[in-house]
């Protein structure tokens, strides 16, 4: 087991399409995230724990699996007003992925939702958990 982390009963399984978020993870946090399309998310997220989770990620036509650490929830530093997945793949990434499929398994919860007094604390803990 890896410090920290609680494995899941049951995966969460997510399929869905790669779409623009906000725009605050590669502006804002200098962190990049696959933002997937809401549609993909209602019956996967509907009964899932809002916090960071860590799992497994594959992009497109390629069979490359890759770390990474999810957020489901309401970004509460941000404060958003419904449910999001934003993935932090653990990868570094060419070129944008926008418009192609993205698979999640999302394996193990890390911790809760936060807010944090500053964005640099926040960008800390993201790092952190990645």
Request: charged content about 15%; hydrophobic content about 40%.
């Amino acid at each position: 087991l890896v410090h920290g982390v609680i494995p899941m009963d049951e995966p969460i399984r997510i399929r869905g399409t790669v779409v623009k978020g906000f725009g605050r993870g590669s502006k804002d946090l200098g962190i990049p995230t696959a933002n997937v399309d809401d549609a993909s998310l209602a019956a996967s997220l509907s009964e899932a724990v809002s916090g960071i989770y860590c799992g497994w990620v594959s992009i497109g036509a390629s069979e490359q699996v890759y770390k990474t650490a999810v957020s489901i929830g309401f970004n509460p530093h941000f404060g958003n007003t419904h449910k999001t997945c934003e993935p932090w793949i653990l990868h570094t990434f060419h070129e944008p992925f926008y418009g192609q499929e993205i698979r999640l398994v999302v394996c193990g919860y890390l911790r809760p939702e936060a807010g944090f007094t500053t964005l640099q604390a926040l960008i800390d803990q993201i790092l952190n958990d990645g």
